[in-house]
DNA sequence: ACAGATTGTGCACACGTGTTCATATAACGG
DNA sequence: CCGTTATATGAACACGTGTGCACAATCTGT
């Protein structure tokens, strides 16, 4: 049995199909196709023989041909994300991947780079996908109609959108910020302040507000308000800069772990404070390396299994029911207490 | 002009198609398919009458459609890379992502699990991938085998893989691991130890092979040779345990910086070493945290961008030329003194 | 043994696109 | 005015699959 390999128009080697397994093994293309589908009348005894003979030739039914099926689905479920260096973005990735197998689905990701172009991502658009997931980044809502459109479902994670017609789960980055300014007065702070990541974002922009109006409601001023970029390097050149200028300041609550991870080095390496007891630090998210014991950051938790677990329920009951109402899930911050506060 | 998103059987609302929009513009099929191909023989105004009914309605060509044309492409490029917790694999994936979408391929990422089944790489298979890149990860040798069947070009890296007309891109292991002890040795460390990761991943066995080759050139013993996991906590739990037997070891050699990062962190908080001091580290990879001012770590860098520029290379030489001999490219380790030796 | 139910099978259609082919129209040089 | 070439256009085909439909074969119960 020679796998004659025949050729496209350009002299490519083209991949095997099911008229030529059928021709192999002597039966029709429509028995081939039953052959690889579940519960089809095919008998036993031939079933086995295409199987055989497919196995032989290394055939397998093009995904993309069955995806064009007027019911079928293409199982291609586009995830939008942002740059990877942030270690909560990859973490929550590899998980919604994983999820995203066990359900069948083939993720595209978009991200890597800081800001995907919306080009990139209407270029995705052109496979009919199964769904969009829109995790954090900056992408504009625009992307959001195109896909009601092109009925593709949307559903947004770790940002905001208005869009009708989207779902949504997303941390309560206000309630969070609450509690982590709660934390640090009952240590006995005094002297509050924040560092603030890439204003852009409607995470960076929640949270902060959240501060401010804890503060408020406290009745107090914070000492200082940053911005900084959400990554090690800026939280630790913040720091550096704030307290080179006072050290008037007890008490930091920073948008999220890689910056505060970045401001206890440079308050320990630059200045030799102690953590917490010349300066508490409380992080966002609760990242895998908080709880290294070298850093052993108290931080607030953004539960990434529950945000993914909500992420697949939602898109499993939209591609039951298209014509679904929306949702927003809030998931409740969690205080994570460790050494630094 | 109203959309009359028609139904498919089940009901549910279809994708807008080039025959809808040639309704409503009013031309013929032929037409819109040529006005979203440059250079196609089209009338200027009737392309742009074409696309601006097409932008109204929400058109777009579907890519799945197009990808089944004889010699057309799929464009989908699968990525199989392993458990994303270990930063270098997540920092590369996030440079090749990039690095696609600016060859105009959209990446199918299979990973975030320790392990993925041979079964789910067969499944993403069932695409017609324009190419499957194979980064790390322990999936057995016969995917290999089934590529070649479905003429799926295949390139490897950061991994071992003997099978004929597979490209690969892979560090230099053996001369890192060199690298790394000559330089404990230049820096007067008489008593090295090892710790390796999982020993079933070639990069594992490549390193410790090389740690043992340099030692037995050098006419020295290690004191310790240990296998853990690539993890930071891994990393800790080796070194807690090590030197609770023995303090006689003044040099360590880590297969890759997330133990180096770990052990560190032992040696100071549980036994008070100073690194190094009284105990000198190297790590493997390069990771962006191995640079952060808290670890200035000393390692050996995995290039990165170089690895990626390769495969995407590869990767379109490959697209232009099938019958192309395959290539084993080797990148030449590199060491990056810090603090930590 | 016979009616009815179940199981097996091939033909033909649909899915949405890019592209060849034949044909029609316009441009152009003489 | 004709002959040649460049441009424009719709019909038709190919891509590879799942499945509805009509019909054949086999099984089941009385």
Same mark, same amino acid.
């Given at each position: 049995m020679r796998q004659q390999t025949d050729r496209g128009k350009d002299g490519k080697p083209r991949r095997i199909t099911a008229e030529q397994v059928a021709k192999a093994a002597g039966v029709s293309r429509s028995a081939v196709s039953r052959a690889f589908t579940p519960g089809a009348y095919v008998d036993k005894a031939k079933r086995e023989r295409i199987l055989f003979v497919a196995q032989e030739l290394g055939y397998r039914p093009n995904a993309l041909a069955a995806g064009l099926? /007027?019911?079928?689905? /293409?199982n291609l479920v586009a995830i939008v994300t942002g740059d990877l260096v942030n270690h909560f973005d990859s973490e929550i990735l590899a998980k919604l991947m994983q999820g995203l197998n066990a359900m069948g689905k083939w993720p595209v990701v978009l991200g890597g780079s800081d800001d995907i172009s919306e080009a990139e991502v209407l270029g995705v658009l052109g496979y009919p996908l199964d769904a969009l997931i829109l995790r954090g980044g900056s992408v504009g809502e625009s992307v959001a109609t195109h896909c009601a459109k092109l009925n593709i479902p949307v559903i947004v994670s770790g940002r905001n959108m208005q869009t009708e017609g989207v779902d949504s789960v997303c941390c309560d980055n206000e309630r969070g910020a609450e509690i982590a300014v709660q934390q640090l007065l009952a240590r006995g702070c005094r002297r509050l302040g924040y560092i603030g990541g890439l204003t852009y974002l409607s995470s960076d922009q929640e949270r902060r507000a959240g501060f401010e109006a804890a503060m408020a409601t406290a009745g107090m001023a914070p000492v200082a308000m940053l911005q900084s970029d959400y990554s090690f390097e800026g939280g630790y050149a913040a720091v550096k800069n704030l307290l080179s200028q006072t050290t008037e300041i007890d008490g930091l609550f920073c948008a999220n772990d890689a910056m505060a991870l970045g401001a206890m080095s440079a308050a320990q390496k630059e200045f030799g404070l102690k953590v917490p007891n010349d300066l508490a630090i409380i992080g966002f998210d609760d990242i895998a390396m908080a709880a290294w014991p070298s850093f052993n950051l108290s931080t607030i938790r953004n539960d990434m299994d529950r945000t993914v677990s909500h992420i697949l329920r939602l898109l499993g009951e939209r591609l039951d029911a298209p014509g679904k109402a929306s949702e927003t899930i809030r998931i409740e911050p969690q205080f994570i207490a460790r050494g630094t506060h």
């Open positions: 099926q /007027s019911n079928g689905r /293409s």
